[in-house]
């Protein structure tokens, strides 16, 4: 799941992105209102931690411009302001959940994973590849009846195939997915955790395509 923080508390923004990275997010960051539009427009995130007081286009704004484009994607917004009218009209302007300044981070967690689950509740959290079972919604991984433990990149990696199981990922759209846009690092980084999910899953479940990336075994 790739995430969109926009906030212009810098501390505050790099605060959140290094923890939801931990919980195994790709996050991206940016404090601009304006900046933030046009990133979210970009259509790649599955949620947008919005705050309101923000500069070049406040939250508010950004939010009812998103929704005027079609935008659907769930909206958090954050903000200092206290009181049952800004509440109200964060959630008039199209957003679907509100937090306000200070708020634990325990909470604003669980409230993205509430607002992703809620997303997905037209589709089965549960996906399915041979003896494989991923359930995205509790962060389990089965085969067969032995439960499998996985970190939080490992399951990250794992989720991005099983969506598309049978079919070519490649190695940048698992990077673009599981780290974000901006990750400087190896990029056989991907091949490393290829090669721990193959330990742990059986190697004949992911297969390399070369030149294109790796698949999915769904039988």
Not at 64 to 83: C, F, H, N, Q
Not at 131 to 143: I, W
Not at 186 to 209: C, F, H, M, Q
């Amino acid at each position: 799941m790739r995430l969109l923080i926009v906030e212009d508390e810098k501390r505050l923004a790099l605060s959140l992105a290094k923890g939801l990275t931990a919980e195994g997010f790709a996050v991206d960051v940016v404090h601009d209102g304006l900046e933030g539009l046009h990133r979210a427009l970009e259509g790649v995130h599955d949620l947008v931690v919005l705050d309101i007081m923000l500069p070049g286009m406040n939250g508010y704004r950004v939010c009812a411009a998103l929704r005027a484009a079609g935008a659907e994607v769930p909206i958090l917004m954050l903000t200092a302001k206290d009181g049952e009218y800004d509440e109200a009209e964060g959630l008039d302007t199209g957003a679907d959940d509100y937090l306000t300044k200070p708020f634990s981070y325990v909470v604003l967690v669980a409230r993205v994973r509430a607002l992703l689950r809620r997303r997905g509740r037209t589709a089965s959290p549960v996906l399915t590849a041979g003896p494989l079972t991923v359930d995205t919604a509790a962060r389990r991984v089965r085969r067969g009846d032995e439960e499998i433990t996985l970190t939080a990149k490992e399951f990250a990696v794992l989720e991005q195939l099983a969506v598309r199981a049978g079919e070519v990922v490649s190695k940048g759209e698992i990077l673009e997915h599981v780290w974000d846009f901006a990750y400087e690092g190896d990029p056989n980084i991907v091949e490393v955790y290829i090669s721990t999910l193959r330990r742990k899953l059986g190697a004949s479940r992911i297969a390399t395509v070369r030149g294109a990336g790796y698949r999915l075994v769904d039988r």
